[in-house]
């Protein structure tokens, strides 16, 4: 591991051509993500949590950004979900490595409006409506087997029937406090600019590498 290093030559991030809010240029940022082949799926974020007072992380996928909020939907039930429910500050981590690019937005999550869970799930596919209602996330089954039997119990159930959202089922939206971008340079002397929010304005800083 040791002589695994690499050079970060690929871009530079630099005030002159910074926005004053941090929204635009994460959708900059994104739509390169998802352009570049080398990064398979670009909406995947690290998701960090709280959990007794120490720290819990996983991946989730990034759904929409609105209103200047970060989505994502899981099982309320799962761990993530209560722990974000009995603390909601976490941090979300981008890490477009094949870009030499990491974003981090730290901030507080809520869940969204039972309707907005509703619409995005009657948008997704039939075996994801049906997967949501087979695992009970986070929680132990004995066996795959077991799985497989709470699946073929939920295709009967809804095998001519419209599959209705689960009610342990929806979206988190969280608001940043703070934002950073980082863009890998030369000799390890990357551009770290970081975001952060002052009585609702939006401000950037440039960090030391
Ligand atoms: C690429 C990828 C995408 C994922 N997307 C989601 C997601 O959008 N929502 C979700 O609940 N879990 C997602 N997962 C699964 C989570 O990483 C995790 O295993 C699961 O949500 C249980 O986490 P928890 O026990 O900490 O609550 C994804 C995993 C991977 C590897």
């Not at 209602?133 to 089954?141: A, D, F, G, N, R």
């Not at 009610?167 to 703070?178: A, R, S």
């Not at 990357?190 to 590498?209: M, T």
């Amino acid at each position: 591991m040791k002589d695994l290093r690499k050079n970060y030559t690929k871009d530079a991030l630099l005030e002159a051509n910074l926005p004053s809010q941090p929204f635009a240029l994460f959708e900059e940022w994104f739509a390169a993500a998802v352009a570049e082949p080398l990064i398979s799926e670009a909406n995947a974020m690290v998701l960090s949590t709280v959990h007794n007072n120490a720290v819990d992380s996983r991946i989730v996928l990034l759904k929409d950004v609105r209103d200047s909020h970060f989505v994502f939907f899981t099982n309320y039930n799962s761990h993530k979900g209560k722990q974000l429910e009995e603390n909601g500050n976490c941090t979300i981590l981008f890490p477009w490595i094949a870009q030499e690019r990491q974003v981090i937005v730290r901030g507080k999550a809520t869940k969204i409006s039972e309707q907005e869970s509703s619409d995005y799930f009657d948008s997704r596919p039939k075996g994801s409506q049906i997967g949501a209602w087979v695992s009970e996330q986070s929680s132990e089954i004995g066996s795959r087997e077991d799985l497989d039997a709470n699946l073929d119990f939920y295709l009967k159930k809804f095998e001519n029937t419209l599959i209705p959202k689960p009610n342990h089922w929806g979206g988190f939206e969280i608001k940043p406090v703070e934002i950073e971008f980082w863009q890998g340079r030369e000799n390890r002397l990357h551009d770290r600019i970081l975001y952060y929010v002052e009585n609702e304005k939006w401000y950037f800083k440039r960090l030391q590498p």
